[in-house]
């Protein structure tokens, strides 16, 4: 192991950054989306579990129809596997956070205001919600940029990278 990795420095960040992470959810799915948590007795990424609960409530929503449709069935399956990048799965989750105010309210419902490690304290939702503000620019900006199969992939990880800056850096 690094020296660095042994100091007490990169012990306390580490401690913080997973003190974040549990008062966070946002801050947490895009900073640490590969972080494991225990789902009925499962490890799981956390990334996996937020995708998989989204598509639930999506396809309850938009029963039956949601369901019927060949191309969403497939989305879903190559999302919720393996194969899947991760950058890929976040930008789709934040696509639908982006749409879905249910969503939006099971975020929420994911920050501990009075952790001293949530970055935005007690204006934490009003953080949030601007920062929804602001996706909602991004995505419309995404939609109507022209991308294809050679330029999708930058696409993408800019999406994630510039929502990952946004929302911890304002």
């Given at each position: 192991m690094a020296a660095s990795k042994q100091s007490n420095f990169w012990k306390k960040a580490q401690d913080i950054h997973e003190r974040r992470c549990d008062a966070d959810l946002l801050y947490a799915l895009l900073m640490s989306?590969?972080?494991?948590?225990?789902?009925?007795?499962?490890?799981?990424?956390?990334?996996?579990?937020?995708?998989?609960?989204?598509?639930?409530?999506?396809?309850?929503?938009?029963?039956?129809?949601f369901e019927d449709s060949r191309r969403i069935r497939e989305a879903r399956a190559f999302l919720t596997s393996e194969m899947a990048d991760t950058d890929l799965k976040i930008f789709n989750v934040l696509m639908m956070l982006n749409r879905e105010p249910e969503?939006?309210?099971?975020?929420?419902?994911g920050f501990d205001m009075k952790s001293a490690y949530n970055l935005w304290?007690?204006?934490?939702?009003?953080?949030?919600?601007?920062?929804?503000?602001?996706?909602?620019?991004?995505?419309?900006?995404?939609?109507?940029?022209?991308y294809n199969e050679t330029n999708i992939v930058d696409v993408v990880r800019n999406f994630v990278q510039a929502a990952r800056l946004h929302y911890t850096m304002t």
């Open positions: 989306p590969t972080r494991e948590i225990k789902v009925d007795g499962q490890q799981m990424l956390l990334v996996d579990r937020i995708l998989s609960a989204f598509f639930v409530i999506i396809s309850k929503k938009n029963a039956p129809s969503l939006q309210d099971i975020v929420r419902s304290g007690d204006e934490c939702i009003y953080h949030f919600d601007a920062f929804l503000a602001h996706l909602n620019g991004m995505v419309e900006a995404t939609l109507n940029w022209n």
